[in-house]
C-alpha cells in the first residue's frame, strides 16, 4: 500500500461534526473578524505555549514580519537567519527594510546552535531568527546569551516540548504557522505570535491592524494581517487533540528507529532534552536521490524540500552572496523528508523501511 508524505485528512476526521458546529456558530454569530473566537484561541493558544500572550495574525510569513517589526527591525539592520529552512524564515525580512545574514546549522538536529549564529553576528544585527526545523528545538536560551533578541520560528514545531518549556514560550518573540499541512493546521492560512512581553505584544497587535487600535488614528505603518473568526474557530477545536497527535508523530518516530532505519540512512536527531513532534521525519543520505526514487517508484511520498538552500536562491543573490555555510551545503544536498503524521503506523513505516532497505542503502558509519 502507498504511504503518503503527510496526512491531514484522517486526524480531522473524528471531529468533522465538532468543527461544523464551530463554523455553524461563527456564521450564525455574524462576526468575522477579529471576535470572540479570535479572542478565545488566542488565550488558549498563549496557554498551551506557556506564553503570556497569544496574537493571531494571517500567516506565518507575516507572523516574522511583524514581530520584526515589534522589535523595532527596519533599515540598516541585519537579521540572522538560517539558510537551511523555508523561504518565507528569511523573505520575511527585507520587507522590514533589513538585511537577512544567513548562518549555518547543526547538520544532525538541522536547527542553529549559538556557535552557527554567533559566526553571523555584526554590530547590526537586531534580531536573530532562529528555527525549530521540522519540529525540533533550536538552543533558545543559549543563542540569547549572545545578547540579541531571539524570534523563535516554530512554524513547524507545534506540540513540540524543549528542555526548557515549549516553542512559543522562549524567546523575545515567536511565530507559528497554521498552514494545513502543520501539525496544527487551519482549513485555510492562518498564524499567531507568542511572547511572554505585554508591551511587544501591544505594539504586535496594534501593526496586525494597519498600526491603529481604533481605525481612526494610525500610529504606525502596518500590515491587515489577522486570523479570521472561522479559522480561530477551526483552530479551537483542534488545539486539545494536538498533544496526542505529537505523540503519533513521535511514535512514528520510534517505528522508523525500531524498524532499523537508522542501518540504511542518518536519522534525525532531537537536540538535547528535547521531545519533537516531527513535522517532517527528514532523513540524510548520499544516496538520498536514489532513495527517492525507490520510494516514488513503490507510490511513497518522498521529497526533497530544501534542495536549494535560500541563501542561493534568485530572490535571495543580494543577500546569500558570499556565504560560506557548509553543513547547509550538505545537509541541502542529502536529506529527504519520508513518511510523517500523527496517524502513521508501524505497518505503514514498514512498508517504507521494506522499501528503503530494498534499494541498497547504507547510513553513514558513526
Ligand atoms: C519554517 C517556516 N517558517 C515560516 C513559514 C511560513 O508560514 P506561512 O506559510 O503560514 O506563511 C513556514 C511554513 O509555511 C515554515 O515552515
Redesign the pocket.
Known sequence: MPVPLFDTVSPLAPLRAEIDAAVARVIDGGQFILGPEVTAFEQEFAAYCGAAHAVGVA??????TVALRALGVGPGDEVVVPSF??Y??AE?IPPTGATPVFCDVDPDTFCVTAETVEAALTPRTKAVIA?H?FGNVAPIKEIESLGVPVIE?A??AAGTTGPDGRPGSLGTLA?F???PS?NLGAMG???AITTQDGELADRVRMLRFHGSWDKVTYEHVGYNSRLDELQAAILRVQLPHLDRWADGRRAAGRHYEEAGLGELVDLPRATAGAAPAWHLYVVRSEQADALAAALADAGHGQKAYYRTPVHLQPAMREYGAGADLPATTEVARTHLAIPMSAVLTADQVGEVVTTARAAGLSASPA
Open positions: 500567516n506565518g510569513t507575516e507572523a516574522l529552512t523555508f518565507a524564515s520575511a528555527v526545523l520560528d512554524a513547524q511565530t504557522s497554521f498552514f502543520k492560512d492562518g498564524g
